[in-house]
Nanobody
Framework: QVQLVESGGGLVQAGGSLRLSCTASRRTPIVPVMGWFRQAPGKEREFVAAITWSGGSTLYADSVKGRFTISRDNAKNTVYLQMSSLKPEDTAVYLC????????????????????WGQGTQVTVSS
């Protein structure tokens, strides 16, 4: 089974930083795309970033471009989201996801196009 577990969330002040991790079980096969999404109470799930298996291609939401960096370590079966210059509007539950096929950029921004999900980790940014 494909199992994804996020960690690294917490409470930080505006302007601070956090690094989120998502680790897959050893039973998880290699997948072409890993992504990060976030969801705040009462809001739709929002795309944050995505990365290919090789790490050669990345995609970011405009709201986080220049502040967040997605990366992955295939040997550790882990994908990371380095977040800096955090803002109160970044507050949300952050979830990692896996997609079995590469696709056009617009398709990678849609939660419905991902096949596996973690349970999420809470990020709270205070002002």
């Amino acid at each position: 089974q494909v199992q994804l577990v996020e960690s690294g969330g917490g409470l930080v002040q505006a302007g601070g930083s956090l690094r989120l991790s998502c680790t897959a079980s050893r039973r998880t096969p290699i997948v072409p795309v890993m992504g990060w999404f976030r969801q705040a109470p009462g809001k739709e799930r929002e795309f944050v970033a995505a990365i290919t298996w090789s790490g050669g291609s990345t995609l970011y939401a405009d709201s986080v471009k220049g502040r967040f960096t997605i990366s992955r370590d295939n040997a550790k079966n882990t994908v990371y989201l380095q977040m800096s210059s955090l803002k109160p509007e970044d507050t949300a539950v952050y979830l990692c996801a896996a997609r079995l096929q590469w696709g056009a950029a617009e398709t990678l921004k849609e939660p419905k196009n991902y096949d596996y999900w973690g349970q999420g980790t809470q990020v709270t940014v205070s002002s």
